[in-house]
């Protein structure tokens, strides 16, 4: 357990904890990369989305071991980081940036880190291969079907964004065509056109985002080919997956994260478990076998239909997903009394709020879990609990996202008798 300190937890929550995901091999120890050396990607350096994409993998693990020890290390030692056995192409989920080059021509990749500047991007040694390949016809078909790439500075031009997500069990593959416009053009040959050259996309998806956002998809949708939707197999659990619903890119390492997250929690079948932060049910509906009630909470209301249906199609009746903002939720239900026996949280990088962590010591369930994808905000999160009664027992890190700075770790959190 953490010493008495003169910072309370109040105190730490006027500061958002620090955005330090980009870890460097410089962090991990390693000397600075001869720049002479040839390197793995031909665009490294230049779109930032793997720092570390020429840092040998046992390198990369030791430099994020010691950042988790030192930023949790006096509320409990870390376990060894889980590994990738294969840590190449492993996100299942890919999006391209469309748009035109500074002498107008367009292209297709990756921004530029801290810029708007699109670097042309052809295959990504951490990307999906065939989603590469479906983004790449794609570039090459603008030219027939005169579709012209938007333009934000000039706020001109058709097509903003390609996202294709794959199903690993499965082998489904959804492709959304962000479009500033809702209309096509020639779009049944389009889609006759993309399906002929790859039998294997499934469904295909028109989003319509016209605002001037950093938010990549819309809130208008048309599915122009298949079901709208993607369904893949987790934990021996079937889930269904729509364009705007959160699920992890990283497939295989999900099954361990989340088989070790509810192995944390030693269900029973007599407890009642609430899964905060839900997304489409995937940690609670693996979890229902094992318990005897379960309620999660999403924000997102395609998410929220998402889990639902996931509900229906694993024929379970011991789970109800809600939607709601997870802190309000738990906080109505600190000030109605309600109790439940164990807690999943998996909040977002910016950790979760004092209110709902005041409101789960309130609840007082005997075990939390939290799935934390940033080790600064999860030791900041970790200070209030540790402060409100409850003491880290167990914290196991799993290497979701090799070649970059990405630290995930599940944290097993008790109530201190």
Same mark, same amino acid.
């Given at each position: 357990m953490k010493k008495n300190t003169n910072k309370t937890a109040a105190a730490a929550y006027r500061k958002p904890a620090p955005d330090k995901q980009k870890t460097t091999a410089a962090a991990s120890g390693k000397p600075a990369q001869d720049k002479k050396k040839k390197s793995r990607c031909p665009v490294s350096?230049?779109?930032?989305?793997?720092?570390?994409?020429? =840092?040998? #993998?046992d *390198?990369?693990?030791?430099g994020k071991q010691k950042i988790?020890?030192?930023l949790i290390g006096e509320y409990i030692i870390p376990d060894k980081f889980i590994r990738m056995k294969a840590p190449d192409h492993y996100r299942y989920k890919v999006t391209s940036v469309f748009a035109p080059d500074r002498k107008g021509k367009p292209v297709c990749g990756i921004y530029r880190e801290g810029t708007h500047e699109v670097i042309p991007v052809k295959s990504c040694l951490i990307e999906h291969i065939q989603a590469d390949r479906i983004i790449q016809t794609i570039y090459s078909m603008l030219p027939s079907f005169r579709i012209?790439? #938007?333009? *934000?500075d000039m706020d001109i031009g058709l097509l903003r964004y390609v996202q294709v997500r794959a199903a690993r069990a499965t082998k489904e593959i959804m492709v959304t065509l962000v479009l500033t416009d809702p209309v096509l053009p020639s779009r049944n040959t389009f889609v006759r056109e993309l399906t002929k050259r790859h039998p294997e996309i499934t469904t295909i998806i028109l989003n319509v985002n016209d605002r001037n956002t950093t938010m990549v998809l819309g809130n208008r949708e048309t599915v122009i080919y298949g079901k709208g939707y993607i369904e893949d197999i987790l934990c021996g659990k079937r889930f269904r997956i729509s364009s705007r619903s959160f699920y992890q890119v990283n497939p295989l390492m999900t099954e361990k994260l989340y088989n070790i997250a509810i192995d944390c929690a030693a269900l029973t079948g007599r407890e009642t478990v609430l899964d905060t932060y839900c997304g489409i049910g995937t940690i609670g509906i693996i979890a229902a076998? $094992?318990?005897? $009630? =379960?309620?999660?909470? *999403?924000?997102? *209301?395609?998410? =929220?239909?998402?889990?639902q249906q996931n509900i229906k199609m694993n024929e379970l009746d011991?789970?109800?997903?809600?939607?709601?903002d997870a802190t309000e939720f738990m906080v109505e239900m600190a000030q109605e009394g309600t109790k439940a026996d164990v807690i999943?949280?998996?909040?977002?990088?910016?950790g979760s709020t004092e209110e709902f962590m005041r409101a789960a010591c309130n609840i007082n369930?005997?075990?939390? =879990?939290?799935?934390?994808c940033s080790p600064w905000s999860l030791a900041r999160d970790l200070e209030f609990f540790v402060e409100n009664g409850y003491e880290a027992r167990m914290a196991i890190p799993v290497d979701m996202f090799p070649y970059t700075g990405g630290i995930e770790t599940v944290v097993l959190l008790t109530h201190i008798k």
């Amino acid at each position: 357990m953490k010493k008495n300190t003169n910072k309370t937890a109040a105190a730490a929550y006027r500061k958002p904890a620090p955005d330090k995901q980009k870890t460097t091999a410089a962090a991990s120890g390693k000397p600075a990369q001869d720049k002479k050396k040839k390197s793995r990607c031909p665009v490294s350096g230049q779109c930032g989305g793997c720092s570390m994409i020429d =840092v040998p #993998y046992d *390198e990369q693990i030791r430099g994020k071991q010691k950042i988790l020890d030192d930023l949790i290390g006096e509320y409990i030692i870390p376990d060894k980081f889980i590994r990738m056995k294969a840590p190449d192409h492993y996100r299942y989920k890919v999006t391209s940036v469309f748009a035109p080059d500074r002498k107008g021509k367009p292209v297709c990749g990756i921004y530029r880190e801290g810029t708007h500047e699109v670097i042309p991007v052809k295959s990504c040694l951490i990307e999906h291969i065939q989603a590469d390949r479906i983004i790449q016809t794609i570039y090459s078909m603008l030219p027939s079907f005169r579709i012209h790439v #938007y333009d *934000e500075d000039m706020d001109i031009g058709l097509l903003r964004y390609v996202q294709v997500r794959a199903a690993r069990a499965t082998k489904e593959i959804m492709v959304t065509l962000v479009l500033t416009d809702p209309v096509l053009p020639s779009r049944n040959t389009f889609v006759r056109e993309l399906t002929k050259r790859h039998p294997e996309i499934t469904t295909i998806i028109l989003n319509v985002n016209d605002r001037n956002t950093t938010m990549v998809l819309g809130n208008r949708e048309t599915v122009i080919y298949g079901k709208g939707y993607i369904e893949d197999i987790l934990c021996g659990k079937r889930f269904r997956i729509s364009s705007r619903s959160f699920y992890q890119v990283n497939p295989l390492m999900t099954e361990k994260l989340y088989n070790i997250a509810i192995d944390c929690a030693a269900l029973t079948g007599r407890e009642t478990v609430l899964d905060t932060y839900c997304g489409i049910g995937t940690i609670g509906i693996i979890a229902a076998s $094992r318990a005897r $009630r =379960v309620v999660g909470v *999403e924000l997102n *209301e395609d998410a =929220v239909r998402d889990a639902q249906q996931n509900i229906k199609m694993n024929e379970l009746d011991n789970i109800e997903i809600l939607q709601g903002d997870a802190t309000e939720f738990m906080v109505e239900m600190a000030q109605e009394g309600t109790k439940a026996d164990v807690i999943f949280m998996d909040p977002p990088r910016s950790g979760s709020t004092e209110e709902f962590m005041r409101a789960a010591c309130n609840i007082n369930p005997k075990k939390i =879990v939290y799935i934390s994808c940033s080790p600064w905000s999860l030791a900041r999160d970790l200070e209030f609990f540790v402060e409100n009664g409850y003491e880290a027992r167990m914290a196991i890190p799993v290497d979701m996202f090799p070649y970059t700075g990405g630290i995930e770790t599940v944290v097993l959190l008790t109530h201190i008798k």
